[in-house]
């Protein structure tokens, strides 16, 4: 708990718009795996987390450190439901939808809500997760390495 914030009541009273990265950084360093995993059961809350994370990457895109890269990123969020969001980078732009499109992607991440949190606000190494198998790469492995460095990702 950081701040006065912890758990599921303290995060579902929370304006998620006046909270920068940094401070969302904080608030997940302050949890435990546990505890985000309560937090992810509430289907409410969990889907306003998981909006407001991917409402952010597309303003955390770093367009001038992707050049000319172009690929479609899917994260599976697994946990009470299977949450699928896509990350669309090309032409120097970064967009963001809900759902799976028919489109291939380069990569599809998959991991459950504790480690999408932990990794998202800078609180755990993909390298790290993906040796303890936590985290599955389904594709371009060597594309899914250099992910970070594509986005302004918040230390906490």
Do not use: H
């Not at 990569?107 to 198998?133: I, Q």
Request: charge should be negative; glycine fraction near 10%; include cysteine.
């Amino acid at each position: 708990m950081t701040d006065g914030i912890g758990g599921a009541d303290g995060l579902a009273g929370l304006d998620f718009a006046s909270v920068t990265p940094e401070e969302f950084a904080k608030i997940v360093k302050g949890l435990s795996g546990k505890e985000i995993t309560e937090i992810a059961q509430d289907a409410e809350l969990r889907a306003r987390v998981l909006q407001e994370v991917f409402g952010r990457m597309g303003r955390q895109f770093k367009p001038e450190a992707a050049g000319t890269v172009e690929a479609l990123i899917r994260w599976k969020i697994t946990g009470v439901d299977e949450a699928v969001y896509e990350t669309e980078i090309s032409e120097g732009t970064c967009t963001v939808r809900e759902g799976r499109s028919d489109a291939e992607p380069r990569v599809t991440l998959v991991m459950a809500d504790a480690e999408f949190l932990k990794l998202v606000s800078g609180n755990s190494s993909p390298v790290t997760m993906f040796m303890m198998r936590k985290l599955k790469i389904v594709g371009d492995v060597a594309f899914a390495a250099g992910l970070t460095r594509y986005f302004d990702i918040p230390k906490a």
